[in-house]
């Protein structure tokens, strides 16, 4: 079962202007053939599936805490799609809908984005194409789905970086700059998984692609943290099997900075969710948000 905090992993600096081109490049960190979709599908239906979880559990407990963080991952870059699609267009309620408001978003690559979601988040990438099952790969052999997952990382950072290099605007560079740290973490936690089962040193191959993360302003703090360190367990007790693959002060990737690779009981701290106004053009005619907003100050004063 599953534990949900109603926190980002991250905090997310709130855009000074609606920018749906820039919501369009992080959709494809959410549903690209790399994108955080694909590391969520293929981890969660490996742990599924997994075989001899009592005979592999430190593997087993890998995969499944790597899993737990990815659909903070999903719900992550998700906000930052919504947040970057928080209009354009007049928020209150008195907006002209027949004064096109929304002339703009015609012309927006993902037009689609506003027209069939009201600006949020879908499962597909820049192009709209839909994620698919296609995407996951859960073959039974433990070493054949690490090495898929290594792949499924190294390729994921680099996607991060390409999307990282065509954005300005501050929201999106840190989804990408928060991404490519943990994405570092996962792929270093994949290839000593590898090393520790199979014997290969598999660093002189490494790093996949080489993403120097000294020169990401974005990453610095959750490297200062030592968030590149760290693998956590999003469970009280569960999943601390892990430790064999992942504590100690091995190195996984050249150039990794010393200290001890850490296990975390929990989630990491994050921040909080940014609260989005409704663009009240976007749902015209006959929203009437004042009604809905007064039937849930009742419910939560009932909750209270």
Known sequence: MFMRIDRLQAELPLPKEPSP?????LQELLGGKYGEM?????????????????????????????????LGHVELVS????????????????????????????????????FANAGGAMPMNSNAASWNMDMVTSTGNLIIDLLHNFHLECGARLHKLRVYETLTEPTGREVCGYLLVRGSVHAHAYALALKKITGVEIEKMLP?????????????KYLQEGSHRRLYMFSPDDYREAAGVWSNDEVALPGDPPGNLEIVEGPPDGGKIPELDGNYGAFAPDYAPEEIFEIASKLYKKSR
């Open 79 to 114: 906000t930052g799609v919504a947040m970057l699609n928080n209009g354009p267009g007049d928020p209150t309620p008195e907006v002209d809908v027949s004064a096109a408001p929304f002339e703009e978003m015609k012309d927006v690559r993902l037009a689609g984005g506003f």
């Open 21 to 25: 081109n820039a919501a369009a490049a």
């Open 208 to 220: 996949t692609p080489n993403i120097d993360l000294s020169r990401i302003p974005e990453s610095q």
């Open 38 to 70: 694909s590391t969520l599908g293929n981890y969660m239906f490996q742990s599924f599936n997994f075989r001899n979880k009592s005979k592999l559990r430190p593997f087993y407990s890998l995969v499944s805490s790597i899993f737990a963080e990815e």
